[in-house]
């Protein structure tokens, strides 16, 4: 019952540093997702991603890049970190979109200093 | 610009009264919602859903109302449990994306 599983939970990073957390699910699901959550604020979309090999930008993705060569994994990196980009990160996916629900990871709490 | 919005950032309710949730929305593709609850330290779990053919859906203390000619969503929970006490998000799938509000942090005083 893994579900979704994120890597690593907790990470401090220097500006400058760069660094991917990973996100893998088990379920079989096309679609796959990265949120942020600031204190205070909603999720805000990073970027997703519909299938293997194909990716696109969501509301926030300046300094993040990833990639999808598997369904299972979906990778975030993050390129000469910025105390901006301190937050929590969340990886999500469904199998059906429109009326699906998602699942998410348990978190990787980011702190850039 | 499909968006959802949570204007209540928090809320305090007593254990064993009701607590109402809501969510405002705009140009959603489908009428399809989803809450979502959040504990700390921890991802969201999907709660309850309700699409376009209800205007009512109902899971034990958790109901969620849909007004669409006012484009405005409720989640009810009666009775209100301190388990309860999380943030909760509404959300709206539309195309590839999900659309989150900024979530209600609600406080179930026993």
């Known amino acids: 019952n893994a579900g979704v599983t994120q890597t690593p939970k907790f990470r401090i990073l220097k500006i400058g540093q760069s660094m991917t957390l990973q996100c893998a699910q088990d379920?079989?699901?096309?679609?796959m997702y990265w949120y942020r959550q600031d204190p205070g604020m909603g999720l805000k979309l990073i970027y997703y991603?519909?299938?293997?090999?194909?990716?696109d930008k969501g509301e926030v993705p300046n300094g993040y890049n990833v990639s999808r060569s598997t369904t299972e994994d979906f990778p975030l990196r993050l390129e000469l970190a910025a105390p901006s980009q301190t937050s929590v990160y969340f990886c999500?996916?469904?199998?059906?979109?429109?009326?699906?629900?998602?699942?998410f990871g348990e978190g990787s709490r980011l702190t850039v200093l | 610009d499909q968006q959802v919005k949570q204007n209540s950032p928090s809320l305090s309710v007593q254990e064993g009264r009701i607590s109402i949730l809501n969510c405002d929305y705009t140009?959603?593709?489908?009428?399809?919602f989803l809450w979502y609850k959040k504990y700390p330290a921890e991802g969201p779990t999907f709660l309850i859903s309700i699409s376009s053919i209800k205007d009512k859906n109902e899971d034990g203390r958790f109901t969620v109302f849909l007004n669409k000619s006012a484009k405005h969503l409720s989640l009810h929970i009666v009775p209100s449990q301190p388990g309860d006490s999380a943030v909760y998000f509404c959300?709206?799938?539309?195309?590839?994306?999900?659309?989150f509000g900024t979530g209600t942090s609600l406080t179930v005083i026993p």
């Open positions: 999500a996916s469904t199998g059906t979109i429109n009326t699906g629900e998602l699942f």
């Open positions: 959300a709206d799938p539309g195309g590839n994306q999900f659309y």
């Open positions: 379920m079989n699901h096309n679609y």
């Open positions: 140009n959603s593709m489908f009428d399809y």
């Open positions: 991603s519909v299938g293997a090999g194909i990716t």
